[in-house]
């Protein structure tokens, strides 16, 4: 009785095994069937022809239509009311303004930063101008400052406003300096 129980059992594994792995053929096939290879390199990739006869059929719409269907959508989706187009698709939408008038209507850039550069000095008047460039400069010492003037020409200080710059030239200029704003 236990070894007929045992056959039986076998029997039954073995129609299961042959009926799963008859199944799973049968679904290899047909997945198979269903996939298409990729397309080869440089050449174009075929279009699915569902979007396809959607794309023929927005082409065939009128400028109205179009907007029903961008409304509609919009609205299906939840999109945003922000427009989706570029600006220079309308084209332009003045004449063309010639060189002169772009230019006045363009902004003017105005300079908010100055450098002043010390171009050269009165020898008579070095050690002046070394004492005056060791106070109006922080953390310099007399050695420093003097071959601070001697390197001339060289920057003193760099972006500054002009109110600040034009003071320190005046004060370099005092000294016995000739010094530039740039």
């Known amino acids: 009785m236990i070894a007929s129980r045992l056959v039986l059992r076998q029997l039954a594994c073995n129609a299961t095994r042959r009926m799963f792995s008859a199944e799973a053929a049968a679904a290899a096939t047909e997945g198979a069937k269903n996939l298409t290879p990729p397309p080869p390199e440089g050449v174009a990739k075929p279009v699915n022809p569902k979007i396809e006869s959607i794309a023929n059929s927005i082409a065939g719409l009128n400028l109205l239509e179009v907007s029903e269907l961008s409304a509609l959508l919009k609205s299906k989706l939840n999109l945003p009311e922000t427009s989706f187009m570029p600006q220079m698709a ?8 010639s ?27 070095k050690v002046a101008l070394i004492k005056e460039v060791k106070n109006l400069l922080e953390g310099m010492n007399l050695v420093q400052a003097k071959k601070f003037v001697e390197s001339a020409p ?13 003071k320190l030239k005046e004060a370099l200029t005092k000294a016995g300096a000739v010094v530039e704003i740039e």
């Open 154 to 166: 060289t920057v003193v200080k760099d972006d500054i406003p002009k109110d600040e710059a034009e």
């Open 90 to 97: 309308m084209g332009p939408a003045r004449p063309a303004a």
């Open 99 to 125: 060189a002169e008038e772009e230019e006045e209507a363009a902004p003017k850039k105005v300079q908010t930063s100055f450098k002043v550069k010390l171009v050269k000095f009165d020898e008579k008047q």
